[in-house]
C-alpha cells in the first residue's frame, strides 16, 4: 500500500549526498521505502528543509514535492512478533523466548500445543534470523555415551554440518552427530579467563573442543589435553584444533580419559570436567590426572532437586573426601534446567592430597 508524503527529489548524481543530509538533519521518512526514476532519487520527508539546510535546493540538484512511497514492514525482532497474527493469545503465550543457534542451524523445543505450528514457526525464526538455513525440532532428550538428541527438521537444507562462531574460534561441527550447546559459551569464556600461564589442563570430556580451543586461544603458554570418546566429535576436534591453529598447545586423545590419561606428560594443574550427568563417576580419574601440589576442578554435575547446588556439592565432596583429598568449593552456580525440576550445576574446587 503507498502513501502521499512530501518529498526530496535529488538528482541521482547528488542523491548520497542528499540522503546524508537529510538524515543528519533527522527529517527522512524512515518508515517509507526510497525510490527511483530515470532521472531523479525520490526521499520521503516528514518536513520541508529550509535552503540553508539543503544547498541542493538553491543549486537546482533538489527540490520539494508530493510523492507516493510504499510503506516499509518493519522486520519483527523476535520470534514473538513475528508470530503474530498468526496463533491466537493463548498459544502466543508458549512460543519460546529462547532457542539455540548453532551456526547456521536453529534448534527448537516447543510446547505440544505449538506442534501442529510449528513449520510456521520455523518458518518466522528464519524471517527473525536471516542467516539460518536448516531449523530442527527436538523430538527427544539427549541420550547415549554420546548425549546425541534426536531431531525432525521442520525448514530448511536439512543440512546439519555447520560451523559455529564463539569468542573468536570457530568449531565445525554436525549437530545430528555431536553434543554442543551455545548455552555454555559464557562458562567457557569463565573457565578460560581463569587459566594462568604455563598451566597443563586435561579436558576429560572435551567434545569438538570449545573448552580447550578457547583456553588454547586466551593463555597460549599453556598445555591442554583434550580427551574424546565419540569417534565423530574426535574427528571435528582434531579438525577444530587445526581451524584454530592451536595445534602446538592442544593434543587431541582419542578414547575414554579412564584408560587414556597416562598419556598426559605431566600431572594437570587445572581439569575441566563437562559431563554433567557422569562426570561424579570420573572424579578417581581427575585425581589421578591432578598435580601433585592440588588442582582446579571445573566440575558440571546435575540434580533433581530443590536445592541442586548443596546435593551435587555433598555429593562430590564425598566421593573426593573418600579418595584421600580435601575439596575446596571456590564458586558455585545453577546453570540451566534441562528437564523438570532437573538442574545442571557448576562448581570450581581446588582439590588437594591431604
Not at 230 to 253: G, M, Q, W
Request: net charge positive; charged share 25%; hydrophobic share 45%.
Amino acid at each position: 500500500m503507498d502513501e502521499a508524503s512530501l518529498a526530496v527529489v535529488a538528482k541521482k548524481r547528488m542523491a548520497d549526498t542528499v540522503k546524508r543530509r537529510l538524515a543528519s538533519l533527522g527529517i527522512l521518512r524512515t518508515s517509507m521505502k526510497v525510490f527511483s526514476d530515470d532521472k531523479y532519487v525520490y526521499f520521503p520527508v516528514k518536513r520541508v528543509p529550509n535552503p540553508d539546510e539543503l544547498p541542493e535546493l538553491i543549486t537546482g540538484d533538489a527540490l520539494i514535492q508530493e510523492a507516493n512511497f510504499d510503506k516499509l514492514v518493519p522486520k519483527p525482532k523476535t520470534l514473538k512478533e513475528a508470530m503474530m497474527g498468526v496463533l491466537d493469545e493463548k498459544l502466543m503465550e508458549l512460543v519460546p523466548r529462547s532457542f539455540d543457534i548453532i551456526g547456521n542451524v536453529a534448534i527448537l523445543e516447543l510446547n505440544e500445543g505449538l506442534r501442529p505450528f510449528a513449520k510456521d514457526i520455523a518458518s518466522a525464526l528464519k524471517l527473525v534470523h536471516k542467516h539460518v538455513d536448516t531449523v530442527l525440532l527436538k523430538t527427544g532428550p539427549s541420550t547415549g555415551e554420546y548425549r546425541i538428541r534426536p531431531y525432525d527438521v521442520i525448514a530448511g537444507s536439512g543440512n546439519t554440518l555447520t560451523e559455529h562462531r564463539e569468542h573468536g574460534c570457530k568449531y565445525r561441527l554436525d549437530v545430528r552427530e555431536v553434543f554442543f550447546t551455545p548455552r555454555l559459551s559464557g562458562e567457557r569464556l569463565r573457565v578460560a579467563s581463569q587459566v594462568r600461564p604455563n598451566e597443563c589442563v586435561a579436558d576429560m570430556f572435551a567434545g569438538v573442543g570449545p573448552f580447550s580451543i578457547t583456553i588454547a586461544r586466551m593463555q597460549p603458554s599453556c598445555k591442554i589435553y583434550a580427551f574424546e570418546i565419540n569417534p565423530t566429535a574426535y574427528k571435528f576436534l582434531e579438525e577444530n584444533i587445526k581451524l584454530n591453529k592451536v595445534e602446538d598447545r592442544v593434543t587431541a586423545i582419542f578414547g575414554d580419559v579412564r584408560h587414556n590419561y597416562r598419556i598426559l606428560e605431566k600431572k594437570a594443574n587445572r581439569l575441566v570436567m563437562n559431563l554433567p550427568f557422569s562426570a561424579d563417576k570420573y572424579l578417581d580419574v581427575a585425581i589421578r590426572l591432578a598435580a601433585p601440589s592440588g588442582a582446579i576442578v571445573h566440575f558440571y554435575g546435575a540434580a533433581q532437586d530443590e536445592n541442586a547446588v548443596e546435593t551435587v556439592k555433598v555429593n562430590v565432596s564425598s566421593i573426593i573426601n573418600s579418595l584421600g583429598f580435601n575439596a575446596k568449593f571456590l564458586w558455585a552456580k545453577e546453570l540451566k534446567e534441562v528437564a523438570p525440576r532437573k538442574v545442571v550445576v557448576a562448581l570450581d574446587i581446588a582439590i588437594s592430597m591431604r
